[in-house]
């Protein structure tokens, strides 16, 4: 088991910037990759962006396609997530997640359900 730390939440202006960092622990040795989800009141969890642990590959949602980054540091264990040009469709409670299963496409870690740890979560509040 991973156990996952966010941090780096808040409230923003409609325009700015927040990086959202994810602290890892645990069988951190197990982990094939590494993503951001998030959730909005009365909404469904939903992919934000993924990392794999082996080649550095990113995959990210179209909504945040060219305005977010993931990015990874594994001697650190820590996956960050910085956002740039955030709108107020961005607010919600922002989860770190971990999955131990290796899948040969990127695009199959969109689903929550291969992810076998999760953090908290961390809120980020877009104000317009």
């Known amino acids: 088991q991973v156990q996952l730390v966010e941090s780096g939440g808040g409230l923003v202006q409609a325009g700015g910037s927040l990086r959202l960092s994810c602290a890892a622990s645990g069988r951190t040795f197990s982990s094939y990759a590494m993503g951001w989800f998030r959730q909005a009141p009365g909404k469904e969890r939903e992919f934000v962006a993924v990392i794999r642990r082996n080649d550095g590959s990113t995959y990210y949602a179209d909504s945040v396609k060219g305005r977010f980054t993931i990015s990874r540091d594994n001697a650190k264990n820590t996956v960050d997530l910085q956002m740039n040009s955030l709108k107020p469709e961005d607010t919600a409670l922002y989860y770190c997640?971990?999955?131990?299963?290796?899948?040969?496409?990127?695009?199959?870690?969109?689903?929550?359900?291969?992810?076998?740890?999760w953090g908290r979560g961390t809120q980020v509040t877009v104000s317009s």
């Open positions: 997640a971990d999955s131990s299963t290796y899948y040969r496409s990127t695009p199959r870690y969109t689903d929550p359900a291969v992810f076998g740890s």
